[in-house]
């Protein structure tokens, strides 16, 4: 192809309308039609990056192979296209004005005045077209954060209009996502409120070429008709978005309406095949026809917010369509756990998974439910934090080492058995102290781990402060709890597991980065099928 083409995804009316799925969806039926497609994320708040961000802000802080700390929407790209995401894929307005910013101080705009208009601009434009100059892509779709007509999202905007205004006909278009919503007491469906927004869209100098219409309710044709006459839209523009039982329904809705149509006519593409959604809409029917139901628990720090352990959900929803199994995740906050009511809280569960997490509230809740799923037999998956309270338990009631712990918690433990490397020691800017992104670990070959992953040397993605101190390694190999796999240039531990147990592996890694539609990540697909096996 001569040129990239570029799909901006906007949004209005109100936020959570789910730009993120339908982006998702739309590339991947252009995918699925033969076009290579990726998508960007660009965010209005002045963060670098949501990797200070706590989970009850901003949902889960995803991470790519090369250690970018990104907002959770890659985490759906990923999972949607099965194709790696980067820092590129992500940018905030905290990571722009710093770039400016840097410049400024670098003598790089000669003693000009450095304004919104052109240097923030023009830094943006040059970050949404990064991946579209690559060569590597003949689509890019961008989501912009927020919604249209909010103050931090205006330089997004107006970059947007400038580069459809630069790039020309059929090379830009946007797709303006919007809320139709349902008044009970009237009984009708209201087109106000996107009226509204995309007048707001068009004050910015932009107008939609596609709506694509959030509802709970089917919109008939005689509301199409009057969004497409006010809304300045051609009829087959006006896409409806209904409310689907699973995420993973909406590219197929998306087909039905004929998105990806609409699309490729406005870019002036040729529609090439019929999308090949065979394989998606296999694991569609595995999702929808489960022959089994697992209840899993999930104890974590950051239960009340579903978004904060966003990848891992979803890992669980692909590992269960891969043992066609239903998977019930009962949220169990670790704060609410101790000796007393740990039994009462975890006896009726099938399998539990310790989640991550930072700071020392809920630590004890979860180290209790190790010592209870360890003693009583109950499949466990313990992710980054959660591998290190199997470690403290482990120490502690196993190996007699009491009051051990992690020096996260407890500086002056006796027994730090998960501790800061040395190297750490000195940074003081919380962002610098991380083991971020892809790390090779070496599986041990007759490891539980090493059986279920097949190869012996795996890459997983990180994010994490602390680690298990190899000063106790030979005492807990004595005393029955394995390091499954460590990292073969630093011999850091990264995977630890017991014998004598159904399913008891800890991981420092998170696993659920990598989970996708497409290749559902075995450390799920086992734990799905270890609790079947329980509960049988």
């Known amino acids: 192809m001569k040129q990239t083409k570029y799909i901006f995804v906007t949004g209005g009316v109100t936020s959570s309308l789910g730009k993120g799925i339908i982006a998702a969806s739309l590339a991947k039926l252009l995918q699925a039609r033969g076009y290579s497609a990726t998508i960007q994320k660009f965010d209005p ?8 961000l706590n989970p009850y802000e901003h ?16 985490g759906h790209y990923e999972r949607f296209l099965n194709v790696p995401t980067s820092q590129a894929n992500n940018v905030t307005t905290g990571r722009v004005y710093l770039s400016v910013i840097e410049k400024e101080r670098r003598g790089e705009f000669l003693g000009k005045t450095v304004q919104v208009v052109p240097h923030i601009t023009n830094e943006i434009k040059e970050r949404m077209q990064l991946l579209g100059k690559s060569g590597d892509y003949d689509i890019v779709i961008t989501e912009i954060g927020g919604t249209v007509g909010d103050i931090e999202s205006l330089p997004y905007i107006e970059s947007v209009r400038q580069l459809l205004w630069e790039l020309g006909d059929n090379n830009a278009i946007v797709v303006h996502l919007t809320l139709v919503p349902y008044l009970a007491a009237a009984g009708e469906l209201k087109t106000k409120p996107t ?8 004050e910015s100098g932009i107008k939609a070429d596609i709506l694509v219409c959030r509802t709970e309710h089917n919109l008939t044709t005689e509301i199409r008709q009057k969004l497409a006459q006010f809304c300045n839209v051609k009829p087959e523009a006006v896409i409806q978005s209904i409310d689907a039982d699973t995420i993973y329904e909406v590219p197929n809705l998306m087909l039905q309406e004929g998105l990806d149509k609409v699309a490729l006519k406005k870019l002036d593409l040729p529609e090439k095949t019929t999308p090949d959604l065979i394989k ?17 628990g999930l104890v974590g720090k950051y239960v009340e917010l579903q978004d904060s352990y966003k990848s891992i959900l979803e890992a669980l929803v692909h590992g269960g369509a891969e043992n066609q199994s239903k998977v019930n995740i009962i949220s169990i906050q670790s704060d609410n756990i101790n000796a007393n009511n740990v039994s009462e809280k975890l006896n009726n569960l ?14 004890e809740g979860k180290i209790e439910t190790v010592k209870f799923v360890r003693e009583n037999k109950i499949p466990f998956l313990g992710i980054c934090l959660g591998m290190q309270m199997a470690v403290i338990e482990y120490a502690r009631n196993v190996l007699g080492f009491a009051g051990a712990n992690t020096t996260e918690v407890n500086e002056s433990t006796q027994y730090p058995v998960i501790t800061f490397m040395e190297e750490q020691k000195n940074i003081t800017d919380k962002g610098g102290t991380m083991r971020l992104g892809g790390w090779d670990c070496k599986l041990k070959e007759d490891s539980k781990v090493f059986n279920i992953y097949g190869e012996s040397l795996i890459n997983e993605r ?4 602390y680690e298990f101190n190899n000063q106790y390694l030979e ?3 004595k005393g029955g709890m394995t390091a499954a796999g460590w990292n073969p240039e630093t011999g850091l531990v990264e995977v630890v597991e017991i014998e004598n147990h159904p399913f008891f592996i800890g991981v420092q890694f998170h696993p659920e980065y990598k989970s996708t539609v497409a290749k559902p990540h075995p450390l799920f697909v086992s734990f799905v099928k270890a609790a079947i096996e329980n509960k049988k």
């Open 350 to 363: 099938d399998a539990v998974l310790v989640a991550p997490g930072f700071g020392s509230r809920g630590i």
């Open 475 to 477: 005492e807990f190999e």
């Open 45 to 52: 708040y002045i963060n670098v990056d949501p990797g200070t």
């Open 462 to 465: 990180h994010r994490h402060r």
């Open 280 to 296: 998606w809409n296999e694991f569609l029917h595995r999702l929808k026809n489960p022959k089994h139901v697992v209840n899993i």
């Open 59 to 74: 949902g889960e802080c995803f991470v790519t192979d090369d250690g970018a700390e990104t907002d959770l929407d890659l």
């Open 195 to 202: 009226q509204h927004s995309v007048k707001t869209l068009m």
